[in-house]
């Protein structure tokens, strides 16, 4: 610290702030992550809605032909997939459009992160939720639990299960992307605490 002539005193050493190529940096890669989010919300809604399979089943004792269908509505599991998939991707094209707004306003940058680590970390919570919900009734789809008795329906409509394998593991990625998220947010805002 260097003292002034005329006072004695001592001046306080300026704050050192971060360069705004580093903030803009930030900025750019949340706005990709944030795209990410969205593009992946997107197709695991799309691939687990159009998971419809109709099978013809026989069974060999009775010579009775039975129609089922396999949709994700049937289960509450996959409803709450799509509900909590519908509200992550409705947040990310508004968090998107709000990032992209803080590429051409940096000062604007530091005010949302504070908002977005608490939308995102909600939003983590309840996509990862939804995403463990939906695998565990998929894991029973596919091995079944023979104390419970309930069967194995995967072996049966393999195009279903392709499909909510397929949802679920974007939903995974999406999770992925939030936590991402989090802690980019997290490390923004912890360069912003002055030293």
């Known amino acids: 610290?260097?003292?002034?002539?005329?006072?004695?005193?001592?001046?306080?050493e300026p704050i050192k702030a971060e360069p705004p190529s580093v903030t803009k940096y930030f900025a750019l890669v949340e706005v990709?992550?944030?795209?990410l989010l969205f593009a992946s919300a997107l197709v695991a809604v799309l691939v687990l809605v159009t998971s419809k399979q109709t099978k013809r089943l026989q069974f060999?004792?009775?010579p009775l032909v039975i129609t089922m269908t396999a949709?994700?509505?049937?289960?509450?599991?996959?409803?709450?997939?799509?509900?909590?998939?519908?509200?992550?991707?409705f947040y990310a094209v508004i968090s998107t459009l709000l990032s992209f707004y803080s590429l051409l306003k940096p000062g604007y940058f530091t005010k949302a992160l504070s908002h977005f680590v608490v939308l995102d970390v909600l939003l983590l919570g309840i996509l990862a939720s939804a995403t463990g919900a939906a695998g565990g009734v998929a894991y029973i789809g596919l091995k079944g639990d023979s104390q419970v008795g309930w069967m194995k329906v995967f072996n049966i409509y393999g195009k279903f299960c392709r499909h909510v394998g397929a949802s679920i593991a974007i939903s995974l990625f999406g999770s992925i992307v939030l936590v991402l998220l989090v802690l980019l947010s997290v490390y923004s805002l912890s360069k912003k605490i002055p030293k």
Request: net charge positive; aromatic share 14%; no cysteine.
């Open 32 to 35: 990709v992550l944030r795209f």
């Open 71 to 89: 949709k994700f509505n049937q289960s509450p599991a996959f409803i709450y997939l799509v509900a909590a998939l519908s509200v992550t991707g």
């Open 60 to 62: 060999p004792p009775f």
């Open 1 to 12: 610290m260097a003292a002034t002539e005329t006072t004695g005193k001592v001046a306080p």
